[in-house]
């Protein structure tokens, strides 16, 4: 199959999935700035060959084949079929360009899924069912998105969830007030506020006003101070993201214990509490942040690196060395040339990293479905402790 004809036909393919699949917005996006990067290298590829301009058309072709076998990755993942003459394309570009090295992907979406059947499983045996309130403030689309998928997630696994959707302009003392009768509420066994919430809204105080009973992120002061002070086996809940990351790493054999692990980012979310589950599983840790000088030569160290910091592409193949195990919790939303279309994207650049990494994690799916599944985990944990 000829370099034109790859657009057209990985659009067909993004058709395929979307009908049989329904495959979530995020994927379908991620799927869709694939296609349209390899248009725009096709048409540059074709330009250097008509002025005979050999070896930057070479640098493009092998560009090409880093971004379409970024799709067949990703095509894979969501169990589409490829033709017969693609495969056959994919094993040239494989074996000419990339990934000679044994990198395999750490699949989220598939782990995910594991879990959920065990809690549908759990939630099946339990007496007093589990129901979860979220707490949404304000547009943000992208918090939207997430309170829709643990939503969805929620139904999967048989779980009760309710949604609390109020504006932006809402004050302070009503929504400490909407948290104050939902812990009051008997039916309701978990509350999640989804983070961020407003400038005018001081966050701290309305994570301290939920019961520390019904806390299913972690946040409160005694969950997560518990859980600092004497690891995830000795509090009630741990911190979804960091927990998902470690299973992730467990369900793949990674073995933690004696690796120097580097963690960017430093939040109370993901990077505090990643840095605590490595270093509880016998991982020497480094916690980089926007201070850090020379973060290169701190992640060129890492045989495992968790990023964390919320800024597209921050990770290059120059600043990790050959082996690395990479996990991306990064989702950065970005526009086409046109502005119109909104894509996601890692903190890490994929492309260019997963040729020198053993395991790394794609965005979307990898460490995003796993939190969903670890939160529900602390919902039913939750449960069963009143």
Known sequence: METKNFQKYCAEIVT????????????????SQLIEELGELAKEINRKKLRRENPDSKKLEDEFADVFLQFAKLAEMHEVDLEKSVLQKIGELKKEVIWNNPMKLLDGKKLAEKILRNVRDEVSKMKKKPVLAMVLVGNDPASSIYVRRKGAFCEKAGIDSRTFKFPASISEKKLLRIIGNLNKDKNVTAIMVQLPLPEHIDKNKIIEAIDPRKDADCLHPLNFGRFVQSGE?????????PLGIVKLLEEYKVKIEGKNAVVVGRSNIVGKPAAQFLMNRGATVTVCHRHTKNLAARTREADILVVAAGKKHLIK???????VIVVDVGVNRTKNRRGLTSTVCGDVDFAAVSKKASYITPVPGGVGPV?????????????NSK
């Open 16 to 31: 395929k999935i979307d009908r049989k699949y329904k495959i979530e917005r995020d994927a379908q996006l991620a799927l």
């Open 371 to 383: 939190t969903i599944a670890m939160l529900l985990w602390n919902t039913i944990d939750l449960t």
């Open 317 to 323: 193949a120059g600043m990790v060395k050959r082996g």
């Open 233 to 241: 086996k000795y509090s009630v809940v741990a911190p979804a993201t």
